[in-house]
């Protein structure tokens, strides 16, 4: 069970957006079964996420036929890795580390800290 999701409000830990706290856009698991097995660091899109105003990144995008409806020089934010940012808990408003809890068969996220269960 992966323990940040699609539009969870996370916290950067790490790097030049240190502190910085925004919602998750993306998730990239990063599955490409022509590199299975290999290590990490020849899979370089696993495990990461997309912040909402983290790692801006600007790029020069060459116009190409009419299918690119964004040309010039394009601002995004670049994936950065899940264990760089800390979900933030919805209850206590803190940075936590995430726990999973089955109840009845169902497995929940939980907050470590005041162990409030996050949707
Ligand atoms: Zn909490």
Known sequence: MQKIKKG?????IAGNDLGVRGEVLDVR???DPSRRGQPA???PNKDRVVVAGVRMVKKHQRPVSQ????????EFEAPIHVSN???V?????????????IED????????QCGATIE
């Open 41 to 43: 660091r020849r899979n």
């Open 8 to 12: 969870d409000t996370v916290q950067v």
């Open 85 to 87: 940012v800390m979900l």
């Open 89 to 101: 808990c919805p209850s206590c408003g803190e940075p936590t580390r995430v726990g999973i809890q």
């Open 105 to 112: 068969g169902v497995k929940h996220r939980v907050c470590k």
């Open 29 to 31: 698991k990063g599955y």
């Open 67 to 74: 299918t690119r409806t964004q040309t010039g020089i394009i």
